[in-house]
């Protein structure tokens, strides 16, 4: 495989394996200063997003000072409404800490949503037919389940990028589609729940629940995943010959040649790694919070997690507060909708202007690294 | 099959088509310029959200059209300035711009009328039969008896050809595209030629999100361009980045949607949701099909540094 990519390269026929993204690829190592620096940024493009999507509030005829605060009062209001933000953060930070490392690579795997849709209809499906197990069974079984639908749906577009030299962006773009639909046809069909109104499957057996984290709330033990997951890839990308070779490779290719490195072999390792990391999300959201797998339930998770790693610049440990961030702006969203009328829909309007903010200031950042 | 059902099935693929060749050649005036236009999906859904909403307050298709445009050469005009004046990644400035156009539409079409979605009927724009070509047999239905934005679509493929091949505008468009230094060497300015191709390309893209909602479907849903932006980023590579050729991508894509459609009628134990499937899994095969034959412009996705 590597070999007749090396040779593509030496034609120089098609595009490099990895896309001119240098603006995307961060420093080579997390500085005091830098973190700082990037912390700053990450700052200043959430508040120039809320400013501009004050604007609009206000153009839809509704006082922004009034929304924000019934946002901030949504996102933080009550234990209810955290254990909320908590659960819907997580399966953020799982796909986005993968999609955070596939991009300092330099590999834009954009796929995060068919891999999440694939990683939930896997785990619904071990939760489904192994009601005969114990808990303490069934739940890493289903788990496992869905992170390696995930690894092998993301598996085909880096196939195809290998072997076929189709871009990646293209072929996970398209698997979106293809993974959500399936969803559907899952649902329509042999694990569909016979007479309820809405596409859905049956209930879990009660064994397949993730278990509470705190009694009382609906807050799951999702979150410590995450948080496992978030802190193996930090140590894993700063600290071990793996992440040194991703880090290479995310820098420069000819010094990753140079240095043995096969580029095919770390985009398909990071695409897989990403790919499991996402139907481990898509396996926690329908263990944890719906119980069942339903109709859409990955909707906009995949491009959520690539809005949080840009974010975190890129950097794996940042995940975590970015994807909390995320996770309390949309429970906000959702009580900014109840009590003022302000659609929740603004949530992609702040979370496109913060990355297209976010990708203005790395490439300023990136010029001046160069001169 | 029968001949009626056949001539069906071309009309059909023709109009699924028309929207698809739109973006196709917007996208290929960017990606030619240097610029990948992974933001088209996004600039199509302003299009489709600016001329279903116009149409419906003014009651003027003309004036939607108008709209349509304008609203994709502003989503271009945030792609060009993010990616030419602050060098952001061409790639992923495009996915958020996708995002932010699936907010902004969702987000106005609900704040601008009151907090809940109107309902929209509006009138589509209808078939436009030629005189006499029309009534020639078999291509008379398929060819002459479309709708106007498909006339328009498949009659810009001539100018859009021309301009790329045969002018000197279009020969320093392209090379920006492969080598920005050596056009900046012989006096262009490739930030302005940039900013310009993928603001054009936010004219083409917002014109097939007009078809979209102003001819095919008459109104306007979230995220109602569902990858079709995605599908015809497939046909211009398929096009290998000819407007002729990608014509021949987006035709191909709409008639495998056609007939997947049609198969539905047949009452095949096939599910509807693996049809629906079929226009993204024939792009995907097309594209593994013409594997490393696809040659990107040189200077695609890379920031022009001016020593």
């Given at each position: 495989m590597s070999a007749s990519l090396g040779e593509e390269e030496q034609q120089g026929r098609t595009a490099p394996l990895n896309p001119p993204a240098d603006s995307v690829t961060g420093p080579d190592s997390p500085h005091a200063s830098d973190v700082l620096r990037r912390l700053g940024l990450a700052i200043l493009a959430i508040t120039l997003s809320f400013v501009v999507s004050a604007i609009f509030i206000g153009l839809s005829g509704k006082n922004p000072a009034l929304a924000y605060w019934s946002l901030v009062r949504g996102a933080f209001g009550s234990i209810d409404s955290i254990a909320f933000a908590l659960n819907k953060s997580t399966p953020y930070v799982l796909a986005g800490v993968g999609v955070a490392l596939c991009f300092r690579a330099r590999v834009i795997n954009i796929g995060g949503e068919g891999q999440i849709a694939v990683g939930g209809i896997a785990a619904s499906w071990v939760a489904l037919s192994g009601s005969g197990l114990p808990g303490f069974l069934l739940?890493?079984?289903?788990?496992?389940?869905?992170?390696?639908?995930?690894?092998?749906?993301?598996?085909?577009p880096a196939a195809m990028r290998l072997t076929r030299g189709v871009h990646e962006v293209l072929g996970t773009l398209l698997m979106n589609f293809v993974g959500v639909l399936l969803v559907s046809e899952a649902l329509h069909g042999p694990m569909g729940e016979v007479g309820a109104g809405f596409p859905q499957s049956p209930l879990f057996p009660e064994q397949a629940w993730l278990p509470a984290l705190i009694p009382g709330t609906?807050?799951?033990?999702?979150?410590?995943?995450?948080?496992?997951?978030?802190?193996v890839c930090h140590f894993g990308f700063w600290h071990t010959p793996w992440g040194f070779r991703l880090r290479l490779i995310g820098s420069t290719e000819t010094a990753a040649a140079y240095a043995g490195v096969s580029t095919a072999r770390g985009f398909a390792g990071v695409m897989l790694l990403a790919g499991a990391l996402a139907g481990v999300a898509g396996a926690v959201e329908v263990?944890?919070?719906?119980?069942?797998?339903?109709?859409?339930?990955s909707q906009g998770f995949g491009f959520n997690a690539v809005a949080i790693a840009l974010l975190a610049s890129l950097n794996p440990a940042a995940v975590l507060p970015a994807g909390l961030f995320f996770g309390f702006l949309e429970a906000g969203a959702l009580a900014m909708q109840r009590e003022i009328g302000v659609p929740s829909s603004?949530?992609?309007?702040?979370?496109?202007?913060?990355?297209?903010?976010?990708?203005?200031?790395?490439?300023?950042?990136?010029?001046?690294?160069?001169? | 099959m029968n001949y009626a059902v056949l001539i069906e099935l071309l009309s059909a693929s023709i109009r699924i088509a028309t929207p698809l060749l739109l973006v196709a050649l917007g996208g290929v005036i960017s990606e030619l310029g240097g610029t990948f236009a992974v933001g088209v999906e996004g600039m199509m859904l302003m299009g489709a959200f600016g001329g279903a909403v116009t149409a419906l307050v003014t009651q003027n298709l003309v004036l939607g059209l108008l709209a349509s445009c304008i609203c994709g050469v502003l989503l271009g005009a945030v792609i060009g300035v993010a990616t030419v004046k602050f060098r952001a990644d061409?790639?992923?400035?495009?996915?958020?711009?996708?995002?932010?156009?699936?907010g902004l539409t969702s987000f106005l079409l609900r704040g601008l009328f009151g907090g809940k979605a109107p309902v929209m009927v509006l009138p589509t724009i209808g078939a436009i039969h030629i005189p006499w070509l029309s009534e020639l047999p078999v291509v008379g239905p398929i060819l002459f008896g479309e709708p106007l934005m498909t006339y328009l679509a498949f009659l810009l493929v001539i100018p859009v050809h021309w301009f790329l091949r045969h002018t000197q505008a279009g020969l320093t468009l392209r090379a920006v595209g492969e080598n920005p230094e050596a056009a900046f060497s012989v006096g262009a300015n490739p930030h302005l030629i940039r900013m310009i191709s993928v603001m054009v390309c936010g004219v083409f893209a917002g014109l097939g999100g007009a078809t979209l909602s102003l001819q095919e479907l008459g109104t306007f849903t979230d995220g109602m361009t569902n990858g079709?932006?995605?599908?015809?980023?497939?046909?211009?590579?398929?096009?290998?980045?000819?407007?002729?050729?990608?014509?021949w991508g987006c035709l191909l894509i709409g008639a495998a949607s056609a007939l997947a459609l049609n198969i539905q009628g047949w009452g095949l134990p096939v599910s509807s949701y693996v049809i629906q499937m079929t226009p993204y899994l024939i792009a995907l095969a097309v594209l593994c099909g013409i594997g490393r034959k696809a040659r990107m412009p040189a200077a695609i996705g890379k920031a022009f540094i001016r020593n």
């Open positions: 739940i890493p079984l289903a788990i496992l389940a869905g992170s390696f639908a995930g690894a092998a749906w993301a598996a085909i609906d807050l799951h033990i999702g979150i410590i995943l995450a948080v496992i997951a978030v802190i263990l944890g919070v719906h119980y069942r797998l339903i109709q859409g339930f603004l949530i992609y309007v702040i979370q496109g202007l913060t990355m297209i903010f976010v990708l203005c200031a790395l490439g300023i950042s990136w010029r001046r690294q160069r001169v | 061409h790639m992923v400035t495009g996915l958020a711009a996708n995002i932010l156009a699936l079709r932006g995605f599908l015809a980023l497939a046909a211009i590579i398929v096009g290998r980045w000819m407007p002729f050729r990608l014509m």
